[in-house]
């Protein structure tokens, strides 16, 4: 059983950065794509980014327009661990952040617009105000 844990959220200034990390166990070969999503209460949950593994160490990724240019996913595979690098962050970046994973068959299924993901953490809370 894949368990997602996340940790590193914080409440900061507009303007600042935050390091977001997903410790993941049991990580297979088969779970190749892993993302981070959003959700602020009464909204939908919004998908971030994500990270497709096609190899080893061959990596696409893949962001929402609301945050493209801004954080930067990443993942270490010696340590099975996401990350999310979080700059220049915005009131409207505030909501609770969640890491999720799943085995797919091609990059083009793992996007932030897809939904469907085998594995979910608790979410780490980001808040950003002045």
């Known amino acids: 059983q894949v368990q997602l844990v996340e940790s590193g959220g914080d409440s900061v200034q507009p303007g600042g950065s935050l390091k977001l990390s997903c410790v993941v166990s049991e990580y297979t070969p088969t779970t190749n794509c892993m993302a981070w999503f959003r959700q602020v209460p009464g909204k939908e949950r919004e998908g971030v980014a994500s990270l497709y593994k096609a190899a080893p160490w061959t990596f696409y990724p893949n962001y929402a327009d609301s945050v493209k240019g801004r954080f930067f996913i990443s993942q270490d595979n010696t340590k099975g661990t996401v990350y999310l690098q979080m700059n220049s962050l915005k009131p409207e970046d505030t909501a609770m952040y969640y890491c999720?994973?799943?085995?797919?068959?091609?990059?083009?299924?793992?996007?932030?617009?897809?939904?469907?993901?085998?594995?979910w953490g608790q979410g780490t809370q980001v808040t950003v105000s002045p």
């Open positions: 999720a994973a799943k085995s797919t068959n091609g990059r083009q299924l793992c996007t932030p617009g897809e939904r469907s993901f085998d594995y």
